[in-house]
């Protein structure tokens, strides 16, 4: 199962995140599962990259079964906003993932 925790802030701001495990829903390179919880993640890390010229703090295992990102403290307000709007769209498209898929993907969303 793919386990995915989304840290926020007091503010509601999310702070990191990570993803862990395989669905192990179909055989390997068939498992669309986990091949769309990776492509969520790692398209909202690269549009984060990209479109708010921000890097995340990233940590990943080469198998791709681990990954870990954080919002760095150093952000201007408008950069925070962006980067935070691209986040939360990753995060629905997972709960949407959860709700289709809750043998395979759970998300722990947490203040």
């Known amino acids: 199962m793919i386990k995915v925790r989304i840290n926020r802030l007091a503010t509601g701001r999310?702070?990191?995140?990570?993803?862990?495990?395989?669905?192990?829903?179909?055989?390997?390179?068939?498992?669309?599962?986990?091949a769309g919880a990776s492509a969520v993640s790692i398209g909202a890390v690269n549009a984060v990259q990209?479109?708010?010229?921000?890097?995340?703090?990233?940590?990943?295992?080469?198998?791709?079964g681990y990954l870990s990102c954080t919002v760095p403290d150093s952000l201007t307000e408008a950069q925070h906003r962006d980067?935070?709007?691209?986040?939360?769209?990753?995060v629905l498209s997972l709960k949407s993932m959860e709700e289709e898929y809750e043998a395979f993907i759970s998300i722990t969303d947490r203040r």
Not at 14 to 33: C, K, N, R, T
Not at 50 to 64: A, Y
Not at 83 to 90: K, P
């Open 50 to 64: 990209v479109l708010c010229q921000t890097e995340l703090i990233v940590e990943m295992e080469d198998d791709g």
């Open 83 to 90: 980067v935070q709007l691209l986040l939360e769209g990753m």
């Open 14 to 34: 999310i702070a990191s995140f990570s993803m862990s495990g395989h669905a192990e829903s179909g055989p390997y390179g068939h498992d669309l599962v986990c």
